[in-house]
């Protein structure tokens, strides 16, 4: 930028020419503050043409609406609409948050259950508990567990778990507050509800999938049950889940799993996960889901492997021989693996997006629909 005192010499011919770039610039700016606005939009820029953003704001005016077409005709006009309601899913993760810890066995988590099986039937799902106990970690009687199993046309014979914890950690122990380590309140908005809640918004688009390929959904128990690491066992309710589709198999065939797992980060970036993308059965699922989302313009799905993590996949591939990737956003905004807030009195719903939620399940929503053309 040029100091005001050597301007003293422009000709008005650089005075106009200035005045349209500048007017240029404005434009340019209005239309990307146009894009920036929705945090609860996740489609690309075509929305600035259709009126209104879930934000209220009205379409740009006549010149900038130009603007937007003139310089993304070419690759957008092709993009599918997220048909996810971001804003909808966020209050899913919220409302689940409202209830407080959700540990296995506690009265969070039967409220949870009550709520997410009435949510899920309402829309059609054909719901079951799947109910087991579990050794209690502090000693005492057993714990009651359930996975929540719903079932989207149930008629088809060939299908894909689409599966999340839904408990949450007794304890913060991760805290940076000694005192709360010990008897903090662990929300689990991240790791826990994030996962339930774009579960929850993509039943709404189950009902009218078409195909023949159907989906499960699994609520997992139990995940992490765990007050001393490396003394009391994860993934109860995966591994209950893994065992019984190995001893009583069902009719239908699970072709893919897919865990979807602390999905909600606000600035979400999900790498690639070392034991998914290294697994020769599951190595095919990773390259296609992170291709849906490569063709979705999603760049929150970063294709390559970044960190390792147990996780309910694990039963579900090596006991039910179901190959089953994570989709975890296990790094924060700062690049810390984990993040920071893991396992802490901060993992609030302040820590996640409406944004994250909506396109996690976007992605995961457009590879479903690849699904049915394979067998076409
Ligand atoms: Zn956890």
Redesign the pocket.
């Known amino acids: 930028m040029t100091s005001p005192g050597r301007n003293r010499s422009l000709s008005p011919r650089w005075v106009v020419a200035g005045l349209l770039v500048l007017g240029l610039i404005a434009a340019a700016w209005f239309y990307r503050s146009q894009m920036s606005i929705p945090a609860a939009r996740a489609e690309p820029p075509t929305a600035a043409t259709e009126g209104p953003t879930a934000s209220g704001a009205t379409r740009p005016s006549a010149p900038a609406a130009k603007l937007v077409v003139d310089r993304s005709a070419g690759d957008v006009s092709t993009r599918p609409r997220n048909p996810l309601d971001a804003l909808r899913a966020f209050r899913y993760l919220e409302q689940i948050c409202a209830i407080g810890p959700r540990p296995s066995g506690s009265p969070g988590m039967k409220k949870q259950q009550e709520a997410v099986q009435q949510h899920f039937e309402q829309l059609g799902g054909k719901v079951s508990l799947q109910k087991f106990h579990a050794r209690n970690p502090l000693g005492g009687e057993n714990v009651s567990l359930a996975n929540v199993i719903v079932e989207w046309h149930p008629d088809r014979q060939e299908r894909v778990l689409l599966c999340a914890?839904y408990d949450?950690?007794p304890l913060p122990d991760r805290d940076p507050n000694p005192e709360q380590r010990r008897s903090g309140v662990f929300i689990?908005a991240n790791?826990?509800a994030s996962g339930v809640a774009v579960l929850m918004e993509l039943a709404h688009l189950m009902p009218q999938l078409d195909g023949d390929v159907g989906v499960d959904f699994a609520l997992f128990d139990g995940?992490?049950l765990v007050y001393v690491d490396g003394r009391d066992p994860y993934f109860l309710g995966s591994t209950w889940f893994a065992r019984q589709y190995v001893r009583q198999p069902p009719q239908h065939n699970y072709r893919w799993g897919v865990l979807l797992?602390?999905v909600g980060d606000r600035d979400l970036q999900v790498y690639q996960e070392q034991h998914s993308v290294s697994w020769r059965d599951t190595r095919p699922l990773v390259k296609e889901i992170w291709a849906t989302a490569a063709r979705l313009g999603v760049d929150e799905f970063i294709p390559r492997a970044r960190y390792q993590v147990q996780d309910d996949h694990l039963p579900l591939r090596n006991i039910g021989k179901i190959p089953t990737c994570d989709v975890i956003g296990f790094v924060d905004a700062f690049g810390q693996v984990p993040p920071g807030y893991?396992?802490t009195t901060f993992d609030t719903p302040k820590q996640c997006s409406p944004a994250s939620l909506a396109k996690v399940g976007w992605v995961v929503y457009e590879w479903l629909k690849t699904q049915k053309s394979k067998q076409r």
């Open positions: 914890h949450t950690r689990g790791d826990g995940e992490e797992d602390m893991w396992h």
